[in-house]
Nanobody, 118 residues
Framework: QVRLVESGGGLVQDGGSLRLSCAAS????????MGWYRQVPGKPREVVAL???????NYAESVEGRFTISKDNAKNTMFLQMNSLKPEDTAVYYC????????????WGQGAQVTVSS
C-alpha cells in the first residue's frame, strides 16, 4: 500500500505563487508516473502535470510556462511550483502515483485546496 500526503495549499492573490508538496510512503515500486491533478465542483478531475518514468514532464496547456513539477527521489517527495496564479487555477489539487507492470494501480493524496483571489 502507498500513502500520499499533500501540503502547501492555501489562499493567494492573482499573480501570486504557491508550492504544493506530496510525500509518498509505503511499498513503492515500478512507478510509471507521478503527477498532479485538480478538480472543481461539478467538473471532472483534470491532469495538471505529469512526471514520467523516462524523466520527461507533461503539462496541461493552461499551466504551461507557469507551473513546474519536480521530485526529490531520495525523499520520495514531489512538488508543484505554481507561479503567476490566476483565479481559474482555483481548485482542489491532488497528487497521484501510478505504479505496477502488468497491473497498474493509482494512488491519490487527500487533496489540497488552492484558492486564487482576483
Amino acid at each position: 500500500q502507498v500513502r500520499l500526503v499533500e501540503s502547501g495549499g492555501g489562499l493567494v492573490q492573482d499573480g501570486g505563487s504557491l508550492r504544493l508538496s506530496c510525500a509518498a510512503s509505503g511499498y513503492i515500486f515500478a512507478v510509471n508516473h507521478m503527477g498532479w491533478y485538480r478538480q472543481v465542483p461539478g467538473k471532472p478531475r483534470e491532469v495538471v502535470a505529469l512526471s514520467k518514468r523516462d524523466g520527461n514532464a507533461n503539462y496541461a496547456e493552461s499551466v504551461e510556462g507557469r507551473f513546474t513539477i519536480s521530485k526529490d527521489n531520495a525523499k520520495n517527495t514531489m512538488f508543484l511550483q505554481m507561479n503567476s496564479l490566476k483565479p481559474e487555477d482555483t481548485a482542489v489539487y491532488y497528487c497521484n502515483l501510478n505504479q505496477g507492470n502488468f497491473r497498474t494501480v493509482d494512488y491519490w493524496g487527500q487533496g489540497a485546496q488552492v484558492t486564487v483571489s482576483s
